[in-house]
């Protein structure tokens, strides 16, 4: 079987919907996968078509088949069906999700279970082939790994992979096996390749068996003959195999009537099983531990014996009559027949006694004698009779009579929910339950459920809704992920899906977003995603020496990174560019600094004064010591006193150093 950790689905989302969380259950055809439906918030169970199987026509028959089966059928005891579809070319169906057990993990540990405990279990199980049956429909794979058992205690019947309508009986055959459990094959179904709602009742009754003694009836070498075994041989008794649990006769009978190997023995359909079911649960409630009409009813095609001589009112009444008619018997026999001193049975408590009645017969004659005996016949038949009306008045009563029909008080008020359960002396207890459909302040269902039976003064449970169950979303930024995740789980919530984020407020490995804001009510088991910090984001260097020192800044601080400036001369870089970088490679982080020096192009400096009416020897001597060149030049009115009359540029002007600066002299 696949697991979560190693099933490539885990992770996945189906139809931009359904996330697939964890591996429930594998079988032939399909996983079965805990899902969230992202668009509702609730958690659901998803069934995906096996992978490579869907190109096979009868494969994805068979599982639109259950998805529409499920969809047909609305009923507390069968796993509701939300949504069917298809992603990348394999089918699936969403449906409701049962946290808890199945019932082959409670025979598995528990096995055998008491009596009262294995029926409860199977009025469940029949009211929901009940429903399937009325619907036209054969669950045709009813095993205890089907039976789902809710932590609320809720009891479901699933997989309806293998069902078919009433209208068709004709099994699946692939590669010569028949789809189903060899355990729980009905004898038809094995030899005849057919089934009906019969058949399901065979394979409920077998499950019955399982369940009070803790083993399968039959269990051959192969599975071949395993299955043969159901044609050939009777199921036992479960009694005859337990000892330390005493598992009264009408059981035992309905066990034998449910798996009978002819199907017109066995109850009709869902709804008869369910019928005789209850009756079977109200016996064991009311502490019967055998009757013989009881018994007669969980299996009235049958061969019943009852245990004559159990403790209880309806036990001593048994005994009664058969006393009573063993007297009558006597009494009808021949004379000739009888001993002269007969013993008699006296009264109704199986005591003996002798008595001589010979001489007082001659006394009467012949005539006195027969009338007598014809009296004493008609007496006994009178108490026989007496004692059966009254017999069949106790079963009556205890099976029946003191029952009464438990009202519907559905979507009622606690006052008028009183008020209906006062008409008929039952005494209610409320109980808050979170609905999501029945406004608060209404009846959500009770216990036992509409319309069944209850004691006529018994108590029964009523669940009032109060509204929606909804927890508020904690705040989990800041937090690690195993904090987050426990905290999540202390409020009945999970931890959903978790990414990965840079933060510069959040250290490594902290949470630094939620999926659900905080203070958000939601749902019950609502998946909560979560970023965690990877710490703080690195910014890749970009070296702009030589570039634009004004694109430099402007895209640097854009990066988030902090810029210095200084500025140097340079005879080779034009002024504005960069000529230096601090880092210039590698990795910053946000509101770190980047150093750059920019050109302000080759030094200036200025043309001196006092270069005019001075000799030219003493203005090029000025000009020298400020770096910079001269030229004399002569102008047209030159006389020879070599005295400058004029500078170009003149002076003040800033100009690079080397520049020649020319003199004029006359």
């Known amino acids: 079987m696949a697991t979560s950790s190693n ?5 996945d989302v189906l139809d931009g919907r359904y996330e697939i969380q964890a591996v429930v259950s594998s079988g032939g055809m399909a996983t079965v996968y805990r899902g969230l439906d992202r668009r509702l918030g609730r958690i659901v169970a ?19 088949r259950e998805a529409r089966t499920l969809s047909a059928l609305s009923d507390p005891h069968i796993v509701s069906v939300f949504d069917q579809g298809e992603d990348r070319g394999r089918p699936f169906i969403v449906m409701e999700f049962v946290e808890g057990w199945t019932l082959r993990q409670v025979i598995k540990q528990q096995a055998p279970l008491a009596p009262a405990r294995a029926i409860n279990f199977m009025e469940s199980v029949a009211a929901g082939l009940a429903t399937a049956h009325d619907a036209g429909l054969i669950h045709r794979d009813v095993k205890p790994e089907n039976v789902l058992i809710s932590n609320k205690g809720q009891i479901k019947v699933a997989d309806f992979g293998l069902a078919r309508s009433q209208s068709n009986h004709t099994l699946t055959v692939r590669q010569g096996v028949l789809l189903g459990s060899v355990g729980y094959l009905p004898p038809e179904r094995v030899s005849e390749n057919t089934a009906d709602k019969r058949s399901d009742v065979y394979s409920a009754g077998i499950m019955l068996f399982e369940m009070l003694t803790g083993k399968k009836p039959y269990t051959g070498e192969t599975e071949l003959e395993t299955a043969w075994m159901h044609v050939h041989n009777t199921v036992p008794a479960p009694s005859t195999l337990v000892s330390e649990t005493v598992i009264p006769a009408y059981i035992d009978e309905l066990v034998l009537s449910a798996t009978s190997r002819n199907p017109d023995e066995r109850p009709a359909d869902g709804r008869e099983l369910l019928r005789r079911v209850r009756i079977a649960r109200r016996a064991l409630t009311a502490g019967i531990p055998d009757d013989a009409e009881l018994t007669h009813a969980m299996n009235p095609t049958g061969t019943v014996s009852p245990k004559l001589g159990a403790t209880g009112s309806t036990g001593d009444l048994s005994l009664d009559a058969a006393a009573v008619a063993e007297l009558a018997a006597a009494q009808a026999s021949p004379a000739g027949a009888r001993e002269d001193t007969p013993q008699l049975l006296i009264g109704h408590d199986g005591r003996k006694v002798k008595a001589k009645r010979a001489g007082a017969m001659r006394l009467s004659g012949f005539s006195n004698e027969k009338k007598y005996r014809q009296r004493r016949v008609v007496v006994a038949t009178a108490v026989v009779l007496l004692l059966a009306v009254g017999l069949g008045i106790v079963t009556w009563w205890l099976v029946s009579g003191r029952y009464t029909d438990m009202p519907d008080l559905r979507n009622q008020s606690r006052a008028d929910a009183e ?17 999501e459909d029945v406004p608060a302040g209404l009846v959500i269902t009770t216990e036992p459920a509409p319309l069944d039976k209850i004691r006529r003064d018994g108590e029964a449970k009523v669940f009032l809704s109060i509204g929606p169950e909804r927890f508020e979303v904690p705040k989990l930024v800041g937090s690690t992920v195993e904090s987050a995740r426990a905290t999540l789980q202390a409020l009945h919530l999970e931890l959903g899906t978790v990414s990965q984020g840079y933060s510069d407020d959040q250290p490594l490995g902290t949470i630094i977003e939620q999926s659900v804001a905080e203070g958000e009510l939601v749902r019950r088991n609502t998946s909560i995603g979560v970023t965690v910090s990877q710490g703080r984001k690195p910014i890749p260097i970009t070296d702009y020496t030589g570039q634009s020192a004004e694109v430099a800044v402007s895209e640097l601080k854009a990066a988030g990174l ?9 005879d080779t870089i034009e002024p504005g560019t960069v000529m230096q970088q601090e880092p210039n490679s590698g990795d910053l982080y946000k509101g770190d600094t980047v150093k750059l020096t920019v050109s302000k192009g080759p030094e200036l400096v200025a043309v001196p004064s006092g270069l005019t009416w001075t000799s030219a020897a003493n203005a090029q001597a000025i000009l020298e010591a400020a770096n910079l060149k001269s030229e004399i030049r002569h102008g047209f009115a030159y006389v020879g006193l070599n005295v400058v009359t004029e500078v170009s540029p003149p002076s003040g002007t800033l100009v690079e150093q080397g520049y020649t600066v020319i003199l004029y002299v006359k």
């Open 46 to 64: 998803i069934k995906l078509m096996r992978e490579g199987l869907g190109d096979d026509v009868d494969y994805v028959s068979t599982f639109d």
């Open 562 to 570: 902090e810029v210095t400036i200084s500025d140097a001369y340079s």
């Open 419 to 435: 008020l209906l359960a006062a008409q008929t002396s039952i005494t209610l207890k409320f109980e808050d339950a979170y609905s």
């Open 7 to 11: 099933d490539p689905m885990v992770g």
